[in-house]
């Protein structure tokens, strides 16, 4: 039986999936509504992500570690695990495409819509994260100007509003906006700290 997406629905929980390394990991994520509301990963004890080399092992660890403390919004996450005899990806991210991409020395215009889109993916994730760990590291540049300009452009600019007519237009003002050669290199420190936070676990 695959996943019921209407008790996902309900309880607000997803298995999402990483392209990581060559190998798809997965781990379970979404808000923790017994708390702030933000969206959390399923984390150890020591705040490492959990990633499972199959989805089937994530139910089986839940259930396993019900007592948990570090489990989010353990409650609803822990029905809604054993509801369910199988599991799905729901959502996909591909890492090794990020890490590709920010080791580069620009956004180029032939990719530029996968680029956008691949980039702010990611620190959207990054930013779940370390919200949930309550870090201060990357504070400084969470905060930092040509960073806020690339995600100002990305929500508003491309791809869901626009006033451009043209890709080339749209790359233009990319262009004179962001100084993307900075956005790539800030978001390889958070890729490089993010993947650091990685717990593998075969079974």
């Known amino acids: 039986m695959m996943i019921d997406k209407k008790i996902s629905e309900e ?10 390394s060559g190998s798809k990991l997965y781990t379970a994520y979404g808000p923790d509504l017994n708390s702030d509301g933000g969206d959390k990963f399923l984390v150890d ?41 199988d599991f799905s ?38 930013k779940d994260y370390y919200y949930q760990i309550n870090d201060n590291t990357f504070d400084k540049i969470l905060g930092n100007s040509n960073l ?6 990305a929500y508003d600019g491309y791809p869901w509003k626009s006033n451009f007519n043209s890709l ?16 790539l290199f800030d978001t390889m420190k958070m890729y490089d700290y993010f993947i650091k936070r990685f717990r593998i676990i075969s079974e």
Request: net charge negative.
């Open 89 to 126: 990806c729901q959502a996909s991210y591909d890492l090794d495409s990020v890490a590709s991409l920010i080791r580069s020395t620009e956004i180029k215009y032939e990719y530029f819509e996968a680029n956008i889109r691949c980039l702010l993916d990611f620190i959207n994730l990054f």
């Open 45 to 85: 004890e020591n705040f490492n992500i959990l990633l499972f080399r199959s989805c089937d092992y994530i139910n089986k660890y839940i259930q396993k570690n019900s007592e948990n403390a570090n489990l989010f919004d353990a409650e609803r996450l822990i029905k809604w695990a054993h509801l369910n005899d």
């Open 168 to 183: 080339e237009q749209k790359y233009e003002a990319f262009v004179n906006q962001v100084n993307n050669q900075g956005v």
């Open 148 to 153: 806020n300009t690339f995600l100002d452009f």
């Open 11 to 20: 309880y607000e929980k997803y298995i999402i999936c990483f392209q990581f």
